[in-house]
């Protein structure tokens, strides 16, 4: 079933990011000037407040996730991708643990 979600050219099979015409999957494009705030411009955060709205965002991830609308889903997502892309931009060379690894 979820295959067939991934395939279709039909817009509501579509899962919440694919509907929005700024995800396209990896990057995050702002194309629409009067959709309101949607948070403080990740570049602008303090990397202690960086890390703060990482944590809320991955706190409410599971619910937002089973019970949102696609529209609070699809800016999750959106914000979540924002704020992931500004951690990894500042911290390149991101401590890998070992541990977390798996042997190839």
Not at 13 to 39: C, F, I, K, N
Not at 51 to 71: G, P, Q, V, Y
Not at 98 to 104: D, I, K, T, Y
């Amino acid at each position: 079933m979820t295959e067939s979600l991934r395939q279709t050219d039909d817009p509501r099979g579509a899962s919440p990011e694919q509907r929005m015409p700024e995800w396209d999957g990896t990057h995050v494009y702002h194309t629409h000037a009067d959709d309101g705030e949607l948070g403080v411009d990740p570049t602008e955060l303090t990397d202690e407040d960086l890390i703060r709205e990482m944590r809320s965002l991955h706190r409410t991830r599971l619910d937002t996730l089973r019970h949102a609308a696609d529209s609070a889903l699809a800016n999750h997502l959106r914000r979540t991708a924002e704020l992931e892309t500004e951690y990894l931009a500042r911290h390149p060379g991101r401590e890998v643990d070992p541990a977390r690894l798996r042997g190839e």
